[in-house]
């Protein structure tokens, strides 16, 4: 392969790192667990993300070798990274972890009130005598 390919695959796998340890400086600085959460998830999903494909590129380009280990990695990483990240938010938020105090918005506790009600009247509808 040309240098052209070296440059990406050394690009992918340097960059993939950068992000790797952008992660961990973000999971030590950033003040409560929702950006922290936020920090782990995408940054270092990311990185990992472009260190695998780059050695996807390297082995199949250099050693001939379609590696699928490398590919379900890829495919894996990228679907529970964010899904976990999303649970662990969300288990924080519904156990009461408060939120930084400089932080503006609060999109969930609205929608959280909503289904609250939604499942009162629910659970009322269903057992009239109970109230």
Do not use: C
Request: avoid cysteine; charge should be positive.
């Amino acid at each position: 392969m040309s240098q052209i390919g070296e440059f990406l695959i050394a690009l992918m796998v340097l960059l993939g790192a950068l992000l790797g340890a952008l992660s961990a400086f973000g999971l030590i600085r950033l003040p409560d667990v929702y950006m922290r959460s936020h920090a782990a998830t995408k940054s270092a999903t990311l990185g990992v993300l472009l260190i695998l494909a780059g050695a996807f590129l390297y082995f199949t380009f250099y050693l001939e070798h379609v590696s699928a280990k490398l590919l379900l990695g890829i495919i894996f990483v990228f679907i529970t990274g964010p899904v976990a990240g999303h649970l662990n938010g969300r288990a924080a938020y519904r156990s009461g972890v408060s939120m930084w105090e400089k932080s503006v918005h609060d999109d969930l506790k609205p929608a959280l009130k909503r289904e609250r009600e939604r499942m009162r009247e629910s659970s009322n509808a269903d057992h009239p005598g109970k109230g």
